[in-house]
Structures are given as structure tokens and as C-alpha cells.
């Protein structure tokens, strides 16, 4: 019974991740637009009956949208993490991954013989912690994808342009010829500036959602333009030729530093490895870390101490440029 429960918990922890993390799917955004297109087209009465359902499905969801928004503190923040990802993840869905791991790991070291305190806030370490690292993986992955073909797609808004091309059409061009978030956010303008939005605005709006200061660099690089008049093919080849050496001196940095990040990563899992095998050598020797509180103390000080040394190493290795 007590290993059902927990491969009970650890499939749906792992369930709620895999919906939440996985893309948009291609057949059902399709599926979704002959629908809509039977109903705007079909007949009339089964057309209002699937626009009634799906709009008590949108209804629910909106409800668990504002329990999260409710429960989750600075959701506008949160929400636009989750937008930098590219990925369709919801606050509810969120919401419900952050608390199916709390439970799966609670209830499984409750079972294991540890105290429910110390179950409780290690669930809540890792129910909480572990989707905000996952989707900060998540947004610096696409970040750095999209920063490594940004300065190719300027390069084909630089040929457009020589060749007589304004500037709106250069946009669509990158859309439909860069792959990847570079193609996609281009995508996104180009599909706001044909309802009516502005260039400028189209562009903030993509800027504020990517946090990116190369993308930034582009739209005030535009914006100036616009203002003050002058080659915009040369203003934006410089900017591709900035842009590149700038991402040849993050490298290098990288490279730099990639001795001393190798030695914090050794020295600070090396407590934990050792801690692994003696717990599997000898398993009532450290088993007082679960049920001694001085010793749960002295772990979670001694957690707390080499948490703050490997923030400072970060930091150290961390140059803006």
C-alpha cells in the first residue's frame, strides 16, 4: 500500500511536468481550426453547442487561473516568465505541477519514517524550487538560441533593405525564413502590425516579453531612426557586427572561467556524494539526520552556509557586458 501511494504520487508529479513542459501541439491546433470553421460555415445549432462547450471548458479554466493568480504571489511576474519560455504553460498548470510535487514527496518521506516538518518543507524545497530552475533553464535556453540567430536575421533585414525593400517586409521575410524563436517572434510582429498595431509598438511588446538587451538594442536602433532619418541598412549592419562581438566576448568569458566553475561544482556535490555513500553503506549511522533535530539543524545550517558560498561564486563569475 505505501509504495502505491508513492508511485501514485511520482507518476502524477510526473504527468502534470510532461503537460505542462510539452509544446503546442500541431494536430490540435489544426483539429481546432476546422472546427471553428464548421461552425462559422456548418450547421447552426451543432455550431452553437460546440461554442457553448468550449466556452464552459474556457470558463473552468479561468477559474483555476484566478485560484492561482490568488495563491501564487506577483502572478504578472510569474505569467511572463512563463511566456518567455515559448511554451503554452498556464498558471494553473503551474500551479498544479508545483503541488502534485510537494505531495509526491511529502507523502513519500512521511512513508520512509522522516518527521512530516521535515517532509513538509523538503517538498516544498523541491515543489517550489525545482519548476522555477526548470523554467529558468527553460527561458535561458531560448534566450540564447534566439541571440544566436538574431544577428543572421538582421543580416537579411541588412540584404532586404539594400535591395529596396522597407522595413515592414523585411520583418515578414525573417519570419518565414529564420527558424527557431527568432522566426517565431518575428512571426508575432508581423501578425500584430497586419491588425493595426504599430511597428514600434509590435516591437516593444515583443522586447518587454524577451527581456533580451540585444533585442532592446534593435528597437531602439529602429526607434532612432524613425526619428532622425539615415542609412538604415548600415545602422543595422553595425549592429549585427556589435552584437556578434558581443557574443564572442560572453564565450570567452565562458571560457575563462570555465576552470574555477568546474572546481565549485566538484567541492560543493562533494558533500553530498559522500553523505549518498555512506547512507547507502551503513544506513543507521546517518539516519539521525531524519530523526536527531540537532542533526537536522546542523544539516540545514550547513545547507544554508554552502547555498550562500555558491551564490558568491555564481556572482563572481557572472560580468555583464
Given at each position: 500500500?505505501?509504495?502505491?501511494?508513492i508511485?501514485?504520487?511520482?507518476?502524477?508529479?510526473?504527468?502534470?511536468?510532461?503537460?505542462?513542459?510539452?509544446?503546442?501541439?500541431?494536430?490540435?491546433s489544426?483539429?481546432r481550426?476546422?472546427?471553428?470553421?464548421?461552425?462559422?460555415?456548418?450547421?447552426?445549432?451543432?455550431?452553437?453547442?460546440?461554442?457553448?462547450?468550449?466556452?464552459?471548458?474556457?470558463?473552468?479554466?479561468?477559474?483555476?487561473?484566478?485560484?492561482?493568480?490568488?495563491?501564487i504571489?506577483?502572478?504578472?511576474?510569474?505569467?511572463?516568465?512563463?511566456?518567455?519560455?515559448?511554451?503554452?504553460i498556464?498558471?494553473?498548470?503551474?500551479?498544479?505541477?508545483c503541488?502534485?510535487?510537494?505531495?509526491?514527496?511529502?507523502?513519500?518521506?512521511?512513508?520512509?519514517?522522516?518527521?512530516?516538518?521535515?517532509?513538509?518543507?523538503?517538498?516544498?524545497?523541491f515543489?517550489?524550487?525545482?519548476?522555477?530552475?526548470?523554467?529558468?533553464?527553460?527561458?535561458?535556453?531560448?534566450?540564447?538560441?534566439?541571440?544566436?540567430?538574431?544577428?543572421?536575421?538582421?543580416?537579411?533585414?541588412?540584404?532586404?533593405?539594400?535591395?529596396?525593400?522597407?522595413?515592414?517586409?523585411t520583418?515578414g521575410?525573417?519570419?518565414?525564413?529564420?527558424?527557431g524563436?527568432?522566426?517565431?517572434?518575428?512571426?508575432?510582429?508581423?501578425?500584430?502590425?497586419?491588425?493595426?498595431?504599430?511597428?514600434?509598438?509590435a516591437?516593444?511588446?515583443?522586447?518587454d516579453?524577451?527581456?533580451?538587451?540585444?533585442?532592446?538594442?534593435?528597437?531602439?536602433?529602429?526607434?532612432?531612426q524613425?526619428?532622425?532619418?539615415?542609412?538604415?541598412?548600415?545602422?543595422?549592419?553595425?549592429?549585427?557586427?556589435?552584437?556578434?562581438?558581443?557574443?564572442?566576448?560572453?564565450?570567452?568569458?565562458?571560457?575563462?572561467?570555465?576552470?574555477?566553475?568546474?572546481?565549485?561544482?566538484i567541492?560543493?556535490?562533494?558533500?553530498?556524494?559522500?553523505?549518498?555513500?555512506?547512507?547507502?553503506?551503513?544506513?543507521?549511522?546517518?539516519?539521525?539526520?531524519?530523526?536527531?533535530?540537532?542533526?537536522?539543524?546542523?544539516?540545514?545550517?550547513?545547507?544554508?552556509?554552502?547555498?550562500?558560498?555558491?551564490?558568491?561564486?555564481?556572482?563572481?563569475?557572472?560580468?555583464?557586458?
Amino acid at each position: 500500500m505505501l509504495w502505491l501511494i508513492i508511485l501514485i504520487g511520482l507518476v502524477g508529479a510526473v504527468g502534470l511536468g510532461y503537460m505542462a513542459m510539452s509544446g503546442p501541439s500541431p494536430s490540435k491546433s489544426v483539429k481546432r481550426r476546422v472546427e471553428l470553421i464548421r461552425e462559422r460555415h456548418g450547421d447552426v445549432i451543432a455550431g452553437n453547442a460546440q461554442a457553448q462547450i468550449r466556452k464552459l471548458f474556457a470558463q473552468r479554466s479561468s477559474k483555476l487561473e484566478g485560484y492561482a493568480s490568488t495563491l501564487i504571489p506577483k502572478p504578472a511576474l510569474l505569467r511572463k516568465r512563463l511566456e518567455m519560455t515559448g511554451k503554452e504553460i498556464t498558471l494553473g498548470k503551474y500551479a498544479l505541477i508545483c503541488i502534485g510535487i510537494v505531495a509526491a514527496i511529502t507523502i513519500g518521506l512521511t512513508f520512509k519514517g522522516a518527521p512530516f516538518i521535515l517532509s513538509l518543507l523538503l517538498g516544498l524545497f523541491f515543489g517550489i524550487g525545482g519548476p522555477h530552475f526548470v523554467i529558468g533553464k527553460m527561458i535561458n535556453r531560448r534566450v540564447n538560441k534566439f541571440n544566436s540567430n538574431f544577428p543572421d536575421a538582421i543580416e537579411l533585414m541588412v540584404r532586404g533593405l539594400r535591395s529596396g525593400l522597407p522595413i515592414t517586409e523585411t520583418l515578414g521575410i525573417v519570419a518565414s525564413e529564420i527558424q527557431g524563436p527568432v522566426g517565431l517572434e518575428f512571426r508575432l510582429v508581423s501578425d500584430k502590425m497586419k491588425i493595426g498595431r504599430t511597428m514600434e509598438a509590435a516591437l516593444q511588446d515583443t522586447a518587454d516579453r524577451l527581456g533580451t538587451p540585444e533585442f532592446q538594442f534593435f528597437v531602439i536602433t529602429l526607434a532612432i531612426q524613425r526619428e532622425t532619418g539615415g542609412n538604415l541598412a548600415e545602422t543595422l549592419s553595425n549592429l549585427s557586427d556589435v552584437l556578434r562581438k558581443r557574443a564572442q566576448m560572453k564565450l570567452k568569458i565562458r571560457a575563462m572561467s570555465s576552470e574555477s566553475k568546474a572546481s565549485a561544482y566538484i567541492v560543493g556535490s562533494l558533500p553530498f556524494v559522500v553523505f549518498t555513500m555512506v547512507w547507502m553503506i551503513n544506513p543507521h549511522y546517518m539516519g539521525g539526520f531524519f530523526s536527531d533535530q540537532r542533526l537536522m539543524v546542523a544539516g540545514l545550517g550547513g545547507m544554508v552556509w554552502m547555498g550562500i558560498g555558491a551564490f558568491i561564486m555564481a556572482k563572481m563569475c557572472n560580468f555583464e557586458i
